[in-house]
């Protein structure tokens, strides 16, 4: 079955960079985009960017600008997220998630499913 | 950037009852791309609805998703004792891809 896995949890210090891996299995890596969403402590979500594992081409919204890294290994169907600066507001539970409909038939634009199990990044000094 | 507000933020119904949850978008959601997930404490978010009213594989038939434009909603028939959880709307018909902040369905 169609599975994300993502890395084990992070405690970073402010100004640190952290890279959390999602590795996916049970469809072609290379046909589908991965989106990564984070989720503050009691609070909703914030997506960070997306990347197609075809051609590795990204995309992040303004606020993410310079401080997302997203790139993918295909040889080992994983996607790498790294964020950098880092300061306590980016302590949150970090997803990624499969875009639904495959890239070839809807580009980016489709519904999230499924998601990884999410990992919790802790910023403290 | 489209803002997504949802309505009311907790609920609190017995089970059998029916619930309602609104999504109001600050534009038109183009072609209705908007989905429904819900959460429960711990987990990842699971799909309910995608295109605004297409339930997902495996969503019980008590689940429905109606709307269009900028006014959404979710509609939850006999409610059983495993749809207590909070339900979020998003839309992923424009970049930025926006969440509401959540709907926290309660036991009365």
């Known amino acids: ?125 | 950037e489209i803002v997504l507000t949802q309505s009311p933020g907790t609920l609190s119904l017995s089970l059998g009852e029916g619930a309602t949850l609104s999504c109001r978008a600050s534009q038109s959601v183009s072609s209705d791309y908007l989905a429904w997930y819900q959460q429960k404490p711990g987990q990842a978010p699971r799909l309910l609805v995608y295109g605004a009213s297409s339930r997902a594989a495996g969503v019980p038939g008590r689940f429905s998703g109606s709307g269009s434009g900028t006014d959404f909603t979710l509609t939850i028939s006999r409610l059983e004792p495993e749809d207590f959880a909070v339900y979020y709307c998003q839309q992923y018909a424009s970049s930025p891809y926006s969440f509401g902040q959540g709907t926290k369905l309660g036991i009365k």
Request: hydrophobic share 35%.
């Open chain 1, 1 to 125: 079955q169609v599975q994300l896995v993502q890395s084990g949890a992070e405690v970073k210090k402010p100004g640190a960079s952290v890279k959390l891996s999602c590795m996916a299995s049970g469809y072609t890596f290379t046909n589908y985009y991965i989106h990564w969403v984070r989720q503050a402590p009691g609070q909703g979500f914030e997506w960070m960017g997306a990347i197609n594992p075809y051609g590795g081409s990204t995309s992040h919204p303004q606020k993410f600008q310079g401080r997302v890294s997203l790139t993918r290994d295909t040889s080992t169907s994983t996607v790498y997220m790294e964020l950098s600066s880092l300061s306590s507001e980016d302590t949150a539970v970090y997803f990624c998630a499969r875009g639904s409909l495959a890239i070839a038939v809807a580009g980016s634009v489709s519904w999230f499913d499924p998601w990884g199990q999410g990992t919790l990044v802790t910023v403290s000094s």
